[in-house]
C-alpha cells in the first residue's frame, strides 16, 4: 500500500526554523503534485503549500518569504523549510500528494500522512 509518513516536527520558538519532510513508499507509478496542509485546533484545514511535478510552488499568503516547499523526486519525498516562524504558524501539518499507483491503470489518488505537530511558542 502507497503511505506518506511526515517527520520533523517539533517545539520551537518565534523566529526559529524547522524543516519537515514526508517520504511516499509502496507500489508508486508516478507522483503528480504533493503539498503541505496544516490544521489548528477549532480551525479549518489550509494549504500551505504545493508543489507541482515540474517544480512549480504555490503558496499561501501568510507564509511567503518565510516558508519553502521542494521535492526530491528520486526519493519520492517534499520538504517544507519553515523561517522565521510564529506562534500563529502552530498545527498539526499534514503531507499530501496525488500518486499513481501500480498499476497505473487505476489512475491518480490522493494519499494523506498522519501528519505531525509543530508548536511555536516562547
Known amino acids: 500500500q502507497v503511505q506518506l509518513v511526515e517527520s520533523g516536527g517539533g517545539l520551537v520558538q518565534p523566529g526559529g526554523s524547522l524543516r519537515l519532510s514526508c517520504a511516499a513508499s509502496?507500489?508508486?507509478?508516478?507522483?503528480?503534485?504533493m503539498g503541505w496542509y496544516r490544521q489548528n485546533v477549532g480551525k479549518q484545514r489550509e494549504l500551505v503549500a504545493a508543489?507541482?511535478?515540474?517544480?512549480?510552488?504555490n503558496y499561501v499568503d501568510s507564509v511567503k518569504g518565510r516558508f519553502t516547499i521542494s521535492r526530491d523526486n528520486a526519493k519520492n519525498t517534499v520538504y517544507l523549510q519553515m523561517n522565521s516562524l510564529k506562534p500563529e504558524d502552530t498545527a498539526v501539518y499534514y503531507c499530501?500528494?496525488?500518486?499513481?499507483?501500480?498499476?497505473?491503470?487505476?489512475?491518480?489518488?490522493?494519499?494523506w500522512g498522519k501528519g505531525t505537530l509543530v508548536t511555536v511558542s516562547s
Open positions: 509502496g507500489s508508486i507509478f508516478s507522483i503528480d503534485d
Open positions: 508543489i507541482t511535478g515540474s517544480g512549480n510552488t
Open positions: 499530501h500528494a496525488i500518486i499513481r499507483p501500480i498499476p497505473p491503470q487505476l489512475g491518480a489518488l490522493d494519499y
